[in-house]
């Protein structure tokens, strides 16, 4: 079984910066690919960005150059940096991992609110 813990989210204006964690334990050696995921109210919720355990990265089309996934494997922690946050980058942010042994196995965080004040 695995545990995400998010933190950092918090109240920013319009051009300011934010940086998440979301710190794993548990088994790790279960860990495959970690990433994060924002749902806003009333909209379905959507892939931010990912990485993989060689630290491949994947990010939405839309916030490629504003946010920057990194994954530090000594502390078992994956972070978020988000710049230049627009008053449409406001979701609750979940951090995600996948079983790399079970397929379609996932596992969620409880969720960080990111609020950007316009």
């Known amino acids: 079984q695995v545990q995400l813990v998010e933190s950092g989210g918090g109240l920013v204006p319009a051009g300011g910066t934010l940086k998440l964690s979301c710190a794993a334990s548990g088994t790790i050696s279960d860990i495959g690919v970690m990433g994060w995921y924002r749902q806003a109210p009333g909209k379905q919720r959507e892939l931010v960005a990912t990485i993989t355990r060689v630290g491949t990265t994947n990010y939405a089309d839309s916030l490629k150059g504003r946010f920057t996934i990194s994954r530090n494997f000594a502390r078992n922690t994956v972070y978020l940096q988000m710049n230049g946050l627009k008053p449409e980058d406001s979701a609750v942010y979940y951090c995600?991992?996948?079983?790399?042994?079970?397929?379609?196995?996932?596992?969620w965080g409880q969720g960080t609110q990111v609020t950007v004040s316009s």
């Open positions: 995600n991992a996948d079983n790399r042994w079970v397929p379609d196995l996932d596992y």
